[in-house]
Nanobody, 116 residues
Framework: QVQVVESGGGLVQPGGSLRLSCTAS????????MGWYRQAPGKQRELVAS???????FYAGSLKGRFTISRDNAKATVYLDVNSLEPEDTAVYYC??????????WGQGTQVTVSS
């Protein structure tokens, strides 16, 4: 069983920044894509950004510019840097790890609350 652990969430004031981290307990050589999703209260889970093993990135159109995804292959870790946070960014942020093949694993989520 692959463990996926997120960290870095918290309470932030509007305009603030956060770095979310996600580490998978499996060799990076087994990992294809790593991605961040978020789910706000009463809404469906949505893709925020993803990154492939070779560094190719994808961002949800409305979020590009404020969100930056990066990956440390040596640590099997993906990061999400978020700037200029808005109250609408309040959500549980989840990490998803896609292995080569059809297996994928979710983390337990980390809460991000943007409020003054």
């Amino acid at each position: 069983q692959v463990q996926v652990v997120e960290s870095g969430g918290g309470l932030v004031q509007p305009g603030g920044s956060l770095r979310l981290s996600c580490t998978a307990s499996i060799s990076i050589y087994n990992i294809n894509t790593m991605g961040w999703y978020r789910q706000a209260p009463g809404k469906q889970r949505e893709l925020v950004a993803s990154i492939t093993g070779s560094g190719g990135t994808f961002y949800a159109g409305s979020l590009k510019g404020r969100f930056t995804i990066s990956r440390d292959n040596a640590k099997a870790t993906v990061y999400l840097d978020v700037n200029s946070l808005e109250p609408e960014d309040t959500a549980v942020y989840y990490c998803k790890v896609d292995l080569y093949g059809l297996q994928y694993y979710w983390g337990q989520g980390t809460q991000v609350t943007v409020s003054s």
